[in-house]
């Protein structure tokens, strides 16, 4: 007998693919909201960097 096809064993089938997925969708939430803040602080980060870069020529230009 495959369990599979079982009719007991179907809806236990159906509530994990739900979890999967519900929980998939948690993860993809999480590391969306990462990244973005990971090229927040990379863009930030950048921007620092020119502004001491613009002040360091300045005061070697004076």
Do not use: G
Not at 31 to 39: A, V
């Amino acid at each position: 007998m495959n369990l599979l096809n079982s009719s007991k064993f179907l809806p236990l089938l159906n509530k994990a693919t739900v979890y999967t997925q519900v929980l998939s969708a948690y993860v993809s939430a999480i590391l969306t909201s990462l990244n973005r803040h990971y090229e927040r602080s990379e863009v930030f980060s950048e921007a620092v960097d020119h502004r001491i870069n613009a002040e360091i020529i300045a005061i070697a230009m004076s």
